[in-house]
């Protein structure tokens, strides 16, 4: 409640009183994502520390209105909660644990086994006995934790190249191979009720889409559990591979596969490169922040027709998809403010840094009218 100084002019008090009124009336009447698509697939948000821990209730507000499904942004990556051989840091997984569970949201948990963001003392290990150990150990021991507690996990984060070769990562130098296969066995023995996906970006590229394929078949073939495929869906503005998606969604299906979004975000800004391999990076120019004053709105235009046309595709394959999962709640928190430029002003998401709905969020709702 608003509390008003006894002699305050009327006129300013009216004037503030309905100005709070309004701005409750318009938040009361904002669709709510997760019971639009309610019928279709579930809408699910990527938190950060500050989210899960309830800093924000701007955020914490409209995280509990949109989203029924969240993935941590970076709290269950190995650097984080397994920084040393014998110590797991468990504080902040279960913290957004009981975040969730207070708001009715399921927890896709990120990530078991990934390339990057591994604490330091891993790529110290030279024994290919211990990195076995340490691969066998982490698995088990943080699946086991959160099994039950935990909707799903990405078992395996971004294993392949963009010709859909296996990346040559420091799991391919150890273990070989057959590394997936081994994850996703001991993630299944250690959480038998925890459904378990492969999660990668560019994976509805033609070649990619066949190294993934190539790599589940290789899990399934071995009879080995995988339940779902993650297409992250770090896109470019106005170039929206539709057709690839489409394709990728209908072969993973055939699979037997549960097919996810789980990252999505669209990029309104120029880079050369595409993908999201977090270890690309590019010089800082001014001509690459083009809008730290605001998005035009011919872009803001353009914004909602890409969201607008991708939507209406995840919808004809609403029979299919399981999730869809924004890679961020707001423009402020996204991931491409900081990569692969420095600083940038980006503007990615459907809610903006003041958590209002961008015309993009109104195009995605009204399909469903």
């Not at 590019?282 to 991708?310: C, F, H, R, V």
């Not at 394959?317 to 890679?327: C, G, L, Q, Y």
Request: glycine letters at 6%.
């Amino acid at each position: 409640m608003i509390y008003y100084k006894k002699y305050m002019p009327c006129a300013l008090f009216l004037m503030l009183l309905t100005a709070s009124v309004g701005q409750l009336t318009a938040q009361e009447k904002l669709p709510c994502l997760k019971k639009v698509f309610k019928k279709d697939f579930t809408i699910g948000t990527a938190l950060n520390t500050a989210q899960i821990e309830e800093r924000d209730p701007k955020a914490a507000a409209l995280i509990a209105e949109q989203f029924n499904t969240a993935t941590p942004e970076n709290i269950m990556k190995a650097e984080i909660i397994h920084p040393k051989w014998d110590t797991y840091n468990f504080e902040l997984a279960d913290k957004m644990v009981a975040y969730c569970k207070k708001n009715n949201i399921a927890v896709n948990a990120h990530t078991l086994i990934w390339h990057s963001q591994l604490p330091r003392f891993a790529y110290g290990i030279q024994s290919v006995d211990s990195f076995k150990t340490f691969f066998t150990n982490h698995i088990s021991t943080i699946a086991a934790r959160y099994d039950g507690k935990v909707f799903s996990w990405d078992v395996v984060n971004e294993a392949l190249n963009e010709d859909g070769t296996m990346r040559n990562s420091v799991f391919l130098k150890k273990l070989g191979d057959s590394f997936v296969t081994s994850a996703f066995r001991i993630a299944a023995a250690a959480a038998p009720n925890t459904e378990l996906y492969y999660n990668d970006y560019n994976n509805e590229q033609p070649k990619k889409r066949a190294g993934c394929i190539a790599l589940i078949k290789k899990i399934q073939e071995a009879g080995v559990r995988i339940d779902g495929v993650g297409i992250q869906g770090h896109w470019h503005l106005g170039k929206l591979p539709l057709k690839d998606i489409e394709e990728s969604i209908e072969q993973y299906a055939a699979m037997g596969l549960k097919v996810m979004f789980t990252e999505l975000d669209i990029e309104v800004l120029k880079r050369d490169f595409e993908g999201a391999d977090v270890s690309q990076r590019m010089k800082s120019d001014p001509t690459m922040d083009p809008y730290k004053n605001g998005l035009p709105d011919s872009i803001q235009e353009k914004l909602a027709a890409d969201y607008e046309a991708l939507f209406a595709l995840f919808l004809k394959h609403r029979d299919k998809i399981e999730r869809v999962t924004f890679w961020g709640v707001d423009d402020g928190q996204s991931w491409l403010n900081g990569w692969p430029v420095p600083g940038r002003t980006n503007y990615p998401l459907l809610f903006d840094r003041e958590f209002k709905a961008k015309p993009a969020f109104y195009k995605v709702i009204a399909l469903k009218k």
